[in-house]
């Protein structure tokens, strides 16, 4: 039972471009949360998505968007790329019959801003 | 905005127990204490969560005080590969977010 998977693993990015990142929740799980987390810090919450829609929305502005897919797959979209978004960003996968007790989080992807 | 408070690190010898504490003195009634650990490269990992009973599994136990104003997770017997940064998290039940402190960083020695 493969777990939460991501790509890319690392990308390359310049100020300005817009980069979309991938997530495959763990199977049976129905529910994606992603992360962003700066180096040496814990990682901070940028939103959920359930039924293919964007549940609850953390403090990140609205160049962070996201998109899932009938797969229970996901994407997080960074528009306008700016230094301060280099991170690594995480991807964590639930089941809502569980009212999401437990977060399975990948391995991450991790992006520099160049 | 975390209302947690871990200490910044801890050591532990090999084969021993580690008691990691935090302190969550607002807490409320409907809030639950998540335990999780972040090993180097990885993404957090899942430990344990209760609302005011202690709770075990086979990773961890986890001692909530009577008041739940702090708790204690233990590593009943630390290995190497227990060293990681651990974060102690309150979370209201219906609440979708993790919000991550700065954790504690746990070196086990052998």
């Known amino acids: 039972d493969a777990g939460v998977t991501q790509s890319p693993t690392h990308l390359i990015k310049t100020r300005g471009q817009q980069v979309t990142l991938r997530c495959s929740p763990k199977s049976g799980h129905d529910t994606v949360s992603w992360y962003q987390q700066a180096l040496g810090q814990g990682p901070q919450f940028i939103f959920q998505?359930?039924?293919?829609?964007?549940?609850q929305r953390g403090n990140f502005p609205d160049r962070f968007s996201g998109h899932q897919f009938p797969n229970y797959s996901s994407e997080l979209n960074v528009n306008a790329l700016l230094l301060g978004d280099s991170a690594l960003y995480l991807c964590?996968?639930?089941?809502?019959?569980?009212?999401?007790?437990?977060?399975?989080f990948g391995s991450g992807t991790q992006l520099s801003v160049l | 905005d975390a209302k947690t408070t871990q200490p910044p690190s801890m050591d532990c010898a090999e084969g021993r127990a580690a008691n990691l504490p935090c302190n969550h003195s607002t807490i409320s009634g409907n809030e639950y204490v998540y335990w999780y650990r972040q090993i180097h490269s990885q993404g957090p990992q899942y430990i344990i969560h209760?609302?005011?009973n202690n709770e075990t599994n086979e990773m961890a136990s986890l001692i909530i005080t009577e008041d739940r104003k702090s708790s204690t997770l233990i590593l009943p017997h630390a290995t190497l590969r227990d060293t990681a940064v651990y974060y102690c998290?309150?979370?209201?039940?219906?609440?979708?977010?993790?919000?991550f402190g700065a954790g504690t960083t746990v070196t086990v020695r052998a």
């Open positions: 998505y359930y039924e293919e829609e964007e549940r």
């Open positions: 964590a996968s639930s089941w809502i019959g569980t009212a999401n007790e437990k977060l399975f």
């Open positions: 209760g609302l005011k």
């Open positions: 998290i309150v979370r209201v039940v219906d609440d979708y977010k993790l919000s």
